[in-house]
């Protein structure tokens, strides 16, 4: 039998906010993380902006030795990760051997130690076959993220770094939740990371001539506008992601607060071109048609869309076209936003700070908007929240990401359904209030629920408002 797969626990490194509450309260008000690239002189590049972190402090996270061995992606991931878990209220320290080999991690990453293999190539033309670092063909490596994850945290079970371009991260939750659903793992921490802002990898994005200019743009964080008429080009950033992944029943037996249910996803490959995307969105048609199958969902019950929205001429054409065919003439009335349009896009890590986003929206009923939103794209149409956050009902929301080489993959996440009652925020503050507090997150009209109480066999009345 298959198992229900939920999500417990987020961390967030964004551009525009560290930890999952600051990178939350950042994005529903509008806060662009994009600026001018300062981690290198950018003078002479075509494009000198960028979604870049600012004030991470390794040594928060890990210790200093250790931070300083690590390349900075996975220094991200090694602190995401440690957000999360720490947010799911999950002791992970190997004193439970058995659960050590019941949790798995799968990790994405696309280019991942950069910074260090640019380094690191610098002096070895400087000085020789003799003078690099040894240790160097260990943190450039893209396994690293997964390994540092595991030795930190004394996870023995199955794991995998995927890169499928920038939907890595969120192929990389979708392997988590096969593992899950399928009796393999009880446990799995799942999420991206990504630090491209180097010399020589921001160079490659200019000369594929993919990225943003702004031109005629005096501030730099107007620039990244998915779906309006004037977007140019995406933004590179960096950043990670990480969710803690469960079985519904581990943790309902640990009493673990509960973000949202992944209940389906889909997957497809254009087929068409590895340099450029295929431009009529067939393939995400068809991927986001899977994910409702799998889902038990109709194209109705959908109420937000978290769109991949990259601010790409071509991109953005495409996955309004695939919505309007999956949806029809509802289409038109479903919220879609790009997170982008505030923390650029951070490749392989994208798909996971997209899920983190997406939670919050199921949490608090609140939909981030799509900000730098002016002029209206006659071939983009749909509503796509611009400008303003908007308080929302959500309870079933679509994820899509799409990733170079013709990668496409939608997901579907709702409110978990504790035996019918379809209020996260209201079980979570009613049944386990030590964790999450008594305030809820959900905006609802006051109602009465009457539940079973799965601890004590008791009645309890909730009331909601």
């Not at 048609?285 to 899977?290: E, G, M, P, S, Y």
């Not at 956050?389 to 993959?409: M, P, W, Y």
Request: proline share 4%; charged share 20%; aromatic share 8%.
């Amino acid at each position: 039998m298959s198992k229900r797969v939920v999500i417990t626990g987020i961390g967030v490194i964004a551009p525009n906010g560290i930890g999952k509450d600051e990178f939350w309260n950042s994005t529903v008000s509008g806060e662009s993380g994009i600026g001018r690239v300062t981690r290198f002189d950018p003078s002479e590049y075509p494009s000198q902006v960028a979604g870049e972190v600012k004030d991470f402090d390794a040594s928060k996270y890990m210790d200093y030795k250790l931070g300083r061995r690590l390349s900075r992606f996975a220094q991200f991931a090694l602190a995401a990760t440690r957000m999360a878990v720490d947010d799911a209220s999950l002791k992970l320290d190997g004193s439970d051997e058995d659960l050590s080999y019941r949790t798995g991690i799968s990790f994405a990453t696309s280019i991942g130690g950069q910074e260090l293999n640019e380094q690191q190539y610098d002096v070895f033309r400087e000085k020789g076959v003799n003078g690099i670092n040894p240790l160097c063909v260990s943190v450039i490596n893209n396994n690293t993220a997964l390994g540092v994850i595991a030795q930190e945290f004394r996870i023995k079970g199955p794991n995998m770094t995927i890169c499928t371009g920038c939907s890595s991260a969120l192929n990389a939750i979708a392997y988590g939740y096969d593992l899950i659903k399928n009796g393999r793992a009880d446990v799995v921490i799942a999420g991206g990371s990504e630090t491209p802002i180097t010399p020589f990898a921001f160079d490659t994005f200019c000369a594929a001539q993919v990225l943003a200019k702004g031109k005629g743009k005096e501030n730099p964080k107007t620039v990244s506008r998915p779906f309006e008429k004037s977007r140019e080009g995406y933004i590179l950033s960096e950043g990670a992601g990480v969710v803690v992944m469960e079985s519904y029943e581990f943790a309902m037996k640990r009493k673990a607060k509960m973000y949202a249910e992944v209940s389906g996803y889909g997957v497809t490959n254009d087929g068409y071109n590895i340099f450029k995307m295929e431009p009529t969105g067939k393939e995400v048609v068809k991927a986001i048609n899977l994910a409702l199958d799998e889902s038990g969902l109709e194209p109705e019950d959908i109420d937000y869309v978290n769109a991949h929205g990259s601010s790409s001429q071509v991109s953005d054409k495409r996955e309004t076209m695939a919505i309007k065919e999956v949806f029809g003439e509802s289409a038109y009335d479903i919220p879609v936003s790009s997170i982008k349009s505030m923390i650029g896009q951070p490749l392989a890590s994208t798909g996971a700070i997209q899920m983190a986003a997406t939670l919050m929206s199921i949490q608090e009923n609140h939909l981030p908007p799509t900000i730098n939103y002016e002029e209206e794209d006659p071939d983009c149409d749909l509503d796509y929240v611009p400008n303003k956050s908007r308080r929302n009902e959500v309870n079933s929301a679509l994820i899509n990401s799409f990733g170079l080489g013709g990668n496409n993959i939608s997901m579907i996440v709702k409110r978990v359904d504790y035996q019918g009652v379809k209020n996260t925020a209201a079980i979570n503050a009613g049944i386990f209030p030590e964790m999450y507090g008594n305030s809820g997150g959900g905006l609802c009209k006051t109602s009465q629920f009457k539940i079973s109480n799965l601890f004590s066999g008791k009645l309890m009345n909730l009331r909601l408002f």
